[in-house]
């Protein structure tokens, strides 16, 4: 499975078109998503404080079932790969979705039912 972090704002338009989509597809030519051990990391960097966000979780053989490539590529800034996901990313693939915010502290946690599986490495 693949994870995305994702606003609130591009949730909604997924559920309302049927396909997930946000700036970076548009600025990269990508979505970025993360592994599990990376998804704090990239809350941590990237989000800080947020509230308003959802974890996606993007079930990769449905991707590749629905012709969108997923390309493993270098990140130099994080000295290592990330899953980049060639095209809108349709609901089927979606297999489970959390409420994903900072707490008081600015600190992010995984939802429970990730936290045991490793994703947290």
Known sequence: ???RI???ADWHHAQQTGFFTS???AADGF???SEPHQILETAR???AGRADLFLLEWDEEVLAA???RVEREWVASR???FAHVFGPVPLAAVRRTWPFAADAKGTFC???ALSGSGAAE
Request: aromatic share 12%.
């Open 6 to 8: 994702a606003e609130a």
């Open 66 to 68: 629905n012709n969108v």
């Open 23 to 25: 700036a970076d597809l």
């Open 45 to 47: 960097r990237y989000y």
């Open 1 to 3: 499975m693949l994870y």
């Open 31 to 33: 979505l970025h998503s």
């Open 79 to 81: 000295n290592e790969a």
């Open 110 to 112: 995984l939802p429970p």
